[in-house]
T-cell receptor, first 116, second 119 residues
């Protein structure tokens, strides 16, 4: 039972345009969400996060939107750059006593390719 | 620079042999984790440890064992009981936060992974 799903395995975008990566979840107990970026043969690096009490969090070119009623979150990258080409994972966590940022449930990942 | 070191980067073993993957961190983080990544799947949690000499099973602990004798180190042993050991293994660390999250300044920090191939 996949509690966090990224239904688009890949996304191709032109440089300078907006990239929108989507993620759906089923567990209503999740109370925070994160996006990680991963290059081949490297570990994921943290990008941005959002608490379930918010619906938007922005950090430079990256914005994460959360729609709790739809159990959906998205990552917007504006403007997209070729260096953004990587695999993006959404992750969710929390919902239990003793919150840890490490006990995360990850989606399958979306490969983003930004063309010059 | 603080970080997480996983070694080796590539590891090859024969079926039936146990193998231990190393993970060391100098971030002074209390919590450490092992995740596994398979093609087309997200990362799945194998084991985690909140403090020294204590660890908990994750979602897919069968066939694996860990130890946490030092804060900096969290080695993972892939035993012969693990049915599909070939995978990319990622170690991570974070602060362990007990209160309800009001900010997210301590996400997971990952190492660069060990690719294990068992034939």
């Amino acid at each position: 039972d996949q509690q966090v799903k990224q239904n688009s395995p890949s996304l191709s975008v032109q440089e300078g345009r907006i990239s929108i990566l989507n993620c759906d979840y089923t567990n209503s107990m999740f109370d925070y969400f994160l996006w990680y970026k991963k290059y081949p043969a490297e570990g994921p690096t943290f990008l941005i996060s959002i608490s379930s009490i918010k619906d938007k969090n922005e950090d430079g070119r990256f914005t994460v939107f959360l729609n709790k009623s739809a159990k959906h979150l998205s990552l917007h990258i504006v403007p997209s750059q070729p260096g953004d080409s990587a695999v993006y994972f959404c992750a969710a966590g929390g919902g239990a006593g003793g919150t840890s940022y490490g006990k995360l449930t990850f989606g399958q990942g979306t490969i983003l390719t930004v063309h010059p | 620079d603080g970080g997480i070191t996983q070694s080796p980067k590539y590891l090859f073993r024969k079926e039936g042999q146990n193998v231990t993957l190393s993970c060391e961190q100098n971030l002074n983080h209390d919590a450490m984790y092992w995740y596994r990544q398979d093609p087309g799947q997200g990362l799945r949690l194998i084991y985690y440890s909140q403090i020294v000499n204590d660890f908990q099973k994750g979602d897919i602990a069968e066939g694996y064992s860990v130890s946490r004798e030092k804060k900096e180190s969290f080695p993972l042993t892939v035993t012969s009981a693990q049915k599909n050991p070939t995978a990319f293994y990622l170690c991570a660390s974070s602060k362990w936060v007990l209160e309800e999250p009001s900010s997210y300044n301590s996400p997971l920090h990952f190492g660069n992974g060990t690719r294990l191939t068992v034939t």
